[in-house]
């Protein structure tokens, strides 16, 4: 039974640096690209950022290119994202989400970490 | 870059009715469209794969159907427990997008 598990959200005011992390289990993780989306209050889906099994593609939308970075670490199956200079708008509910075999798409998502930009 | 208009953003159905959602590609996707299903403080859950095929576990009352740039989610037969949000979702590719939602009550 594949679960994710994201950690590290909070309350931090803007311009300051947040790490998520997806702790991964059910499934061989190191097998699986990996994806982040985030949800703001009240709104629907957002694609932020994908990796893949490897780590070697990376792909970002644009609203958060050079601001966000994503990574993993496969001895430890666990997803990360880095948040850098973040502005009240960030504020989200993040999803790690899992990428489905054969280009499928998501698949599998975690219950989120709620992040809170704000002063 | 694809983007994705969801339609209507807001419906509303009594048991037993058939609804239809639709989601619009501004460019040709294939069939590389998935449909998730969220209730209010919970996870997406996966409910239809490729625009038409039904993800294991999840009622034959849903289905998808179309491709290229028009398709299409639909519930058979209504349930109280349909009540939920539907996203579209396009991975044919990066930066994958959603489209905006739609939000089903049930009288």
């Known amino acids: 039974q594949v679960q994710l598990a994201e950690s590290g959200g909070g309350v931090v005011p803007p311009g300051r640096f947040l790490r998520l992390s997806c702790a991964a289990s059910?499934?061989?993780?190191?097998?699986?690209?990996m994806h982040w989306v985030r949800q703001a209050p009240g709104k629907g889906l957002e694609w932020l950022a994908f990796i893949s099994h490897d780590g070697n593609l990376k792909y970002y939308t644009d609203s958060v290119k050079g601001r966000f970075t994503i990574s993993r670490d496969n001895s430890k199956s666990t997803l990360f994202v880095q948040l850098f200079s973040l502005r009240p708008e960030d504020t989200a509910l993040y999803f790690c989400?899992?990428?489905?075999?054969?280009?499928?798409?998501?698949?599998?998502w975690g219950q989120g970490t709620l992040v809170t930009v704000s002063s | 870059e694809s983007t994705l208009t969801q339609s209507p953003t807001f419906m509303s159905a009594t048991p037993g009715d058939k609804v239809n959602i639709s989601c619009k590609a501004s460019?040709?996707?294939?069939?590389?469209l998935n449909w998730y299903q969220q209730k209010p403080g919970e996870a997406p859950i996966f409910i239809i794969q490729?625009?038409?095929t039904l993800v294991p576990g999840i009622s034959p009352r849903f289905s998808g159907s179309g491709s290229g740039t028009d398709f299409t989610l639909t519930i058979n037969n209504i349930e109280s427990e349909d009540a939920a949000s539907y996203f579209c979702?396009?991975?044919?590719?990066?930066?994958?997008?959603f489209g905006q939602g739609t939000k089903l009550e049930i009288k």
């Open positions: 490729d625009a038409t």
């Open positions: 460019q040709d996707i294939d069939d590389d």
């Open positions: 989400a899992r990428q489905g075999t054969a280009n499928s798409g998501i698949d599998s």
């Open positions: 059910g499934f061989t993780f190191s097998y699986f690209g």
């Open positions: 979702l396009q991975h044919d590719d990066f930066p994958y997008t």
